[in-house]
């Protein structure tokens, strides 16, 4: 039988993390990108204001 994967954002060590997603401008064919980052979820909206 095959099985399904589920991902999913554990808690590792107490803390949860989770996926921040951001498109990206490239300065050469200015076309967007999209860039991705795991970041603990205490840091999310610090990470989003860089």
Known sequence: MA????ATLK???GVSYAKV?????????G??????????AALVQETLKK
């Not at 099985?3 to 589920?6: E, G, R």
């Open 11 to 13: 808690k590792e060590g």
């Open 3 to 6: 099985k399904k994967v589920v």
């Open 31 to 40: 076309a967007y990108t999209f860039r991705e980052e795991m970041v603990p």
């Open 21 to 29: 997603i951001r498109a990206v401008k490239s300065e050469k064919t």
